[in-house]
């Protein structure tokens, strides 16, 4: 066995270890935290599997971003009245283990017969590569060869906020969400909430420009900046924003509106939806990008923030 | 074993072990855990076929990773208006549970 095998055997069995112990912790807390834990150790798994912008998504946003939303919920929900609801009868959790057992033996029966060698679409990935001038396949894959499935997920986002903003009191449509404010005075959160986003910043706008040709991109930046915005609102230095602000909804969508207004002009000038003219394609996936990151960010701090829980004073 | 299958197992593993959580548990927030643990194990397949399609210098093929990429960020959308159901839930019914689940209300 090789070192690497053993690195690999030991990062899988502490990844399912974490995960385990996230489903059945007795507390609540305990299991939010076992999750963050989990995501960052699955981050590590992906770059294993030479996969560095998913390790990077993963890491941002399927931990860091999910955590914060978790954290959040689980502190104002409490666990205290845990008891009350009745636990399944020991008879259904034995059914629901069987059946969850047989799933993953399914799965796994499919895993062990997939077939040799292969089927990849790598090489043609890397074939057609140069036409759009990226350097990075997976930003190639994401916003040239499926660009539709970038568009439609930017749009995702700003109809999972509708639908989070739909859940607030009809006094408080259109005020603000309710601060993440941790309460006190920490001077350590707000020296903090003060010397990271400038650092954040920077960090987010290079994943972004260097995503063209290296691991990184819109997704991986804009969660960066999310995070400085979210960190800034916890440590008390900025109140969430109010809902019906211009700004702020023209942040929200000008990055899918400008990426579909993009793609409609692809119909006239190079024959389809989403086609880039020849020889402009990297500047054109740069300006959908930067627009983007603006958008996502944003759309990804609301979506942390939860529904307008008051108007906003004048 | 190579690092690709493990990846897969381990994924096999992990939807098991996360619709057994979304299963059993009467909190919601446990369930919406569960349900996140079941989706990174589906997303780990992706990455299991994405190392086996290495190819081309690349370490993995990039279409499986391009689509976790998106499945990450439409999973945190997910999450994020599950817990706003939720939270509309305590609001409405003064804890964390299906109304039928305690009899309640």
Redesign the interface.
Do not use: E, K
């Given at each position: 066995m090789t070192l690497a095998a053993i690195l690999d055997a030991s990062f899988a069995a502490l990844t399912l270890l974490v995960a385990t112990y996230a489903i059945f912790a007795r507390g609540l807390f305990a299991a939010v935290v076992a999750f963050i834990s989990y995501g960052l150790l699955l981050a590590l798994v992906w770059v294993r599997l030479s996969a560095v912008d998913v390790a990077l998504t993963e890491a941002a946003i399927g931990s860091g971003v999910t955590g914060a939303l978790l954290i959040g919920a689980a502190a104002r929900i409490g666990d205290a009245d845990g008891a009350r609801a009745g636990q399944p009868k020991a008879m259904t959790k034995i059914i629901a283990a069987l059946l969850c057992v047989a799933v993953t033996a399914g799965i796994a029966a499919a895993v062990l017969s997939l077939p040799t060698p292969a089927p990849t679409l790598a090489p043609r990935a890397v074939r057609e590569l140069p036409a759009t001038g990226l350097g990075n396949p997976v930003t190639g894959v994401l916003l040239a060869y499926r660009a539709i499935d970038t568009l439609l997920e930017s749009v995702v986002l700003v109809f999972a906020l509708i639908g989070i903003w739909s859940f607030s009191r009809d006094g408080a449509w259109g005020g603000a969400p309710r601060s993440p404010d941790a309460g006190t005075s920490d001077s350590a959160l707000t020296f903090l909430g003060q010397l990271l986003p400038p650092i954040a910043i920077i960090v987010g706008v290079h994943l972004v420009w260097t995503g063209a040709d290296a691991p990184g991109g819109a997704f991986q930046g804009g969660t960066v900046l999310a995070a400085a915005w979210i960190l800034v609102m916890i440590a008390g230095l900025r109140q969430p924003p109010r809902i019906d602000g211009g700004w702020l909804r023209f942040a929200l969508v000008v990055g899918p509106a400008l990426f579909l207004a993009i793609g409609l002009i692809g119909y006239g000038i190079a024959g389809a939806f989403l086609a880039y003219p020849e020889g402009f394609a990297k500047p054109l996936i740069l300006l959908i990008e930067a627009a983007l990151t603006l958008s996502i960010a944003v759309a990804l701090g609301l979506l942390a923030l939860g529904a307008p829980a008051r108007r906003h004073q004048p | 074993?190579s690092?690709?299958?493990?990846?897969?197992?381990?994924?096999?593993?992990?939807?098991?072990?996360?619709?057994?959580?979304l299963?059993?548990h009467?909190?919601l927030?446990?369930k919406?855990?569960?349900f996140?643990?079941m989706g990174?194990g589906v997303?780990?397949?992706f990455?299991?076929?994405?190392?086996?399609?290495?190819?081309?210098?690349?370490?993995?093929?990039?279409?499986p990773?391009?689509?976790?990429?998106?499945g990450?960020?439409?999973?945190?959308?997910?999450?994020?208006?599950a817990?706003?159901?939720?939270?509309?839930v305590?609001r409405e019914t003064g804890?964390?549970?299906f109304p039928d689940?305690?009899g309640?209300a």
């Open positions: - | 074993m690092v690709g299958m493990l990846a897969g197992l381990g994924g096999a593993a992990l939807i098991g072990l996360g619709l057994y959580g299963l059993t009467p909190h927030l446990r919406i855990i569960g996140n643990v990174s997303f780990l397949l990455g299991a076929i994405a190392r086996r399609g290495a190819a081309a210098g690349l370490g993995a093929d990039p279409v990773q391009a689509l976790v990429i998106t990450v960020v439409v999973a945190f959308s997910a999450t994020a208006l817990v706003s159901l939720l939270l509309r305590v804890g964390p549970f689940d305690d309640a």
